[in-house]
């Protein structure tokens, strides 16, 4: 079966930094990434990376622009970096993956697998 396992979520005071990873299985993806959604708020597009062969391409919120970085670990694993953490940025944290290239803004990719959600939560 199809999992993608997230990990790293926590407590963390504001200003400081914790590293979310997803780890794939079950299958091959060609995009992942990253969404929020908070308590009585909508899902919101975090980043995401997308690759074929050796070329990869990523994206990341205006909000968390300068704050968060996505990267590629392996094959199937992408992990975000967040840094300069804030209490907005509290929310449950859902990986999402992609099988197959897509030409896709990665906001907007239809992302076909998502993990359980991890929480994040930053004190003031």
């Known amino acids: 079966q199809v999992q993608l396992q997230e990990s790293g979520g926590g407590l963390v005071q504001s200003g400081g930094s914790l590293k979310l990873s997803c780890v794939g299985s079950?299958?091959?993806?060609?995009?992942m990434g990253w969404f929020r959604q908070a308590p009585g708020k909508e899902r919101e597009f975090v980043a995401a990376i997308k690759w074929i062969s050796a070329r990869t391409f990523s994206a990341r919120a205006d909000s968390v622009k300068d704050r968060f970085t996505i990267s590629k670990d392996s094959a199937n694993t992408v992990s975000l970096q967040m840094n300069s953490l804030k209490p907005e940025d509290t929310a449950i944290y859902f990986c999402?993956?992609?099988?197959?290239?897509?030409?896709?803004?990665?906001?907007?990719?239809?992302?076909?697998?998502w993990g359980q959600g991890i929480q994040v939560t930053v004190d003031s």
């Open positions: 079950g299958r091959s993806f060609n995009a």
């Open positions: 999402a993956a992609k099988s197959g290239w897509t030409g896709q803004a990665l906001d907007r990719i239809d992302y076909t697998y």
